[in-house]
């Protein structure tokens, strides 16, 4: 399965973006998918999963602001924003563990600065 992120940008600290990832083909026996990010001069780092159980798990750094949800339907990934802080710039890429391999999406870019 391939994915393409979008919904990146520039916002102002306190503000909000949703991030979507559609995927070329169903998601619903996917069993792990996930946000990640990347800022400039660090390592990428998980930001928010979802396993097929519905169960979720979040970067404490995002605890309370971000929300994962996943639309089997639509065959869509999102990822909710909110209260964006500087910290939060970087490259968000989306991921899939397909038949046990990782699948990964161009990355998107979030840049949140006043």
């Known amino acids: 399965v391939q994915l393409q992120a979008s919904g990146g940008g520039l916002v102002q600290p306190g503000g909000s973006l949703r991030l979507s990832c559609t995927a070329s083909g169903s998601i619903s026996s996917i069993r792990y998918m996930g946000w990640y990010r990347q800022a400039p001069g660090k390592q990428r780092e998980m930001v928010a999963s979802?396993?097929?159980?519905?169960?979720?798990n979040y970067a404490d750094s995002v605890k309370g602001r971000f929300a994962i949800s996943k639309d089997n339907a639509k065959n869509t990934l999102s990822l909710q924003m909110n209260s964006l802080k500087p910290e939060d710039t970087g490259v968000y890429y989306c991921?899939?563990?397909?038949?046990?391999?990782?699948?990964w999406g161009q990355g998107t870019l979030v840049t949140v600065s006043s």
């Open positions: 991921n899939a563990l397909v038949d046990g391999f990782p699948s």
């Open positions: 979802i396993i097929s159980s519905g169960r979720t």
